[in-house]
């Protein structure tokens, strides 16, 4: 019925199936794939949602062709290259376990699941179909973070500083629904950790908490990372240090308040050497185009996946340690 994705890589435009028309699609997704078809670059075939009424109105608005609430009925007559997933994260494990037979490629929003039991899961499955995944870590294709990630390779880091600030965010999961970002972000600027330590602030009559987390790397080098969930201010800040050097990354105003100096810079001698402010494109400056412009660059290249399902589970490993708050030693994945 489907032809496996080694038939398609290099035909352009990729033909889009889409599952999850739900609010943060809206936001993020839906607008990043319109401009990539403007850019012929997909051709979006079909948008599915359990809620029918809600995938039409998708459909309208993005100018998918077909609008349907039957998934796998559909994905025959949408002939997909690419399915992409953004559903809620309590259906993602199931939704992907059934579409990985298919052979097509997945892109798939964060988190992968909901537990560390279900990413690992999702990703021996992905293993075992050998299907291209990739997990929709934004973090990693926001271009401050990118060039923060370049100033990395040219500099021994030895100490990261994390600050995720948020605003009436009092949800009992907070680690593995946000939280993961900014460590999974820490991961692609710095590595795979040794041990973790987390240590939480309870909060009066809420199941929230805030979180004190600091990470060690193999070659010494320190993070420390602060999740407080109610400071009445919006912040995500990443800042690097390394001998006679430091480099800054705050993210934009999805992530920061406008009264917070948003972009990236480079200090060396006391003094700014680079500075880069933001695009003032939110689907540049919050990486939504760029984490799809990644994976297909990797699907028509043959190149592995720079966010496959097996990587993003070592980054669910690291939320569940701050939600269970673990404190200890990493051990390895089952498929490491």
């Not at 309208?60 to 039957?70: E, G, M, Q, T």
């Not at 100033?151 to 999961?173: G, S």
């Not at 984490?291 to 496959?308: M, N, W």
């Amino acid at each position: 019925m489907l032809s496996k994705h080694a038939e398609r890589k290099n035909r352009l435009p990729l033909r889009i199936a889409h599952i999850g028309a739900g609010e943060w699609s809206r936001y993020a997704h839906g607008p990043a794939l319109e401009r990539l078809a403007a850019q012929s670059v997909v051709s979006l075939e079909l948008i599915c949602d359990l809620q029918i009424e809600r995938a039409r109105q998708f459909r309208d608005l993005f100018r998918y062709r077909l609008a349907s609430d039957n998934i796998h009925a559909s994905l025959a007559e949408a002939r997909p290259d690419v399915i992409v997933c953004t559903v809620q994260p309590a259906a993602t494990a199931a939704l992907v376990k059934s579409l990985l037979p298919l052979g097509i490629p997945l892109f798939i929003e964060k988190p992968p699941g909901v537990s560390l039991a279900e990413a690992t899961s999702l990703a021996a499955a992905s293993i075992v179909a050998n299907v291209p995944t990739f997990v929709a870590f934004n973090r990693r294709s926001i271009p401050s973070i990118v060039r923060l990630k370049q100033w990395a390779a040219q500099h021994a880091v030895r100490f990261a500083r994390v600050e995720m600030l948020r605003t009436n965010r009092l949800e009992p999961d907070f680690a593995i629904a946000t939280g993961i970002h900014v460590l999974d972000a820490l991961r692609f600027l710095m590595g795979d950790p040794n041990s973790i330590a987390v240590t939480p602030y309870l909060r009066d009559n809420s199941a929230a908490c805030d979180y004190s987390v600091r990470l060690v790397f193999p070659n010494s080098a320190v993070a420390e990372i602060s999740m407080m969930l109610n400071t009445g201010l919006r912040r995500e800040s990443y800042f690097l240090s390394a001998q006679g050097a430091t480099a800054e990354a705050v993210l934009g105003s999805a992530y920061s308040s406008p009264l917070c100096y948003q972009g990236d810079r480079e200090w060396s001698e006391e003094r700014i050497v680079s500075e880069n402010p933001l695009a003032n494109d939110p689907q540049i400056d919050g990486g939504f185009i760029g984490e799809y412009e990644a994976f297909f660059r990797a699907l028509a290249e043959s190149e592995p996946s720079p966010c496959s399902l097996s990587d993003a589970a070592r980054s669910m490993q690291l939320a569940e340690a701050v939600l269970t708050r673990y404190s200890g030693p990493l051990p390895p994945l089952p498929f490491s």
